[in-house]
């Protein structure tokens, strides 16, 4: 049984075969999906999956590449949209100083606007965060109460530690099949195992084998592998305890 915990169905690379692609997950034991929103309009789209299948959930939440886009009437409208019994998450939000696709201190007004709106529906968050950890972890700081899950982490062990001393998760990629992952080896080696949880974020991040192409939960598996290699513990057991991580954070029942 494995949770996807972080996955866009949305996605245009998608649209040939989506739903068949969908249908083919419950037979390879991939028993819940997060499918993620980063704008409102994939956050519709990511209810209407939810909607339309059992064991898709659902988060909703502006990205920060897209905080430029935003207007304080955006926040209220991912305010009525959370309010579906399947949105469990606000997300993906957070500061991307990589691509630096809306200005920094918009995209930390508006990550700072979502994590108020995570703490009053008391839903946990999605955090994206890319060569701003000082500034992401500052933020989430300020928000003592919440917590929820960083997702495709890349950071150090170090920066790992100061945010499960807050309370957080992390999540990973087929990135860390990857060569040169030795970083976030050593993060999923050392981490407590009830804080660890795996993700596709298809269609991007396909693990080896298959790196480069189209990704989707149905390689969920090839991540799990490389958790119970590094782990020592056999890949039953990853997939065991990540799906139950998932589930206790996003309170599905
Ligand atoms: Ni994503």
Redesign the pocket.
């Known amino acids: 049984m494995y949770f996807d915990t972080?996955a866009?169905y949305c996605d245009k690379r998608f649209d040939s075969d989506r739903d068949d692609t969908l249908i083919s997950l419950k037979q390879a034991g991939i028993s819940y999906v997060l499918n993620?929103g980063?704008s409102v309009r994939s956050s519709k789209t990511s209810l209407e999956l939810a909607d339309k299948y059992a064991f898709i959930y659902a988060s909703c939440g502006v990205h920060p590449h897209d905080s430029k886009s935003m207007t304080d009437d955006t926040t209220e409208e991912l305010a009525r949209l959370l309010i579906h019994p399947k949105a469990v998450a606000v997300g993906?939000i957070g500061l991307d100083y990589h691509y630096d696709f809306s200005p920094r201190d918009v995209q930390r007004k508006r990550f700072r606007e979502q994590l108020e709106l995570a703490r009053f529906l008391k839903k946990p968050a999605i955090v994206?965060e890319r060569e701003a950890f000082e500034d992401t972890l500052e933020i989430v700081r300020e928000f003592p109460d919440l917590t929820g899950v960083f997702?495709?982490f890349s950071g150090s062990f170090e920066s790992a530690k100061l945010l499960l001393k807050l309370g957080w998760s992390l999540s990973f990629t087929g990135v860390v099949t990857f060569k040169n992952a030795r970083r976030a080896i050593e993060v999923i080696k050392h981490a407590p195992s009830d804080r660890l949880m795996l993700e596709t974020?298809c269609p991007y991040m396909a693990p080896e084998p298959y790196r480069g192409k189209r990704n989707s939960s149905l390689y969920l598996p090839q991540i799990a592998e490389k958790f119970a290699e590094v782990r020592g513990v056999t890949v039953e057991e990853i997939a065991e305890t990540t799906t139950a991580n998932g589930l206790r954070l996003f309170g599905i029942k």
């Open positions: 972080h866009h993620a980063s993906e994206h997702h495709c974020d």
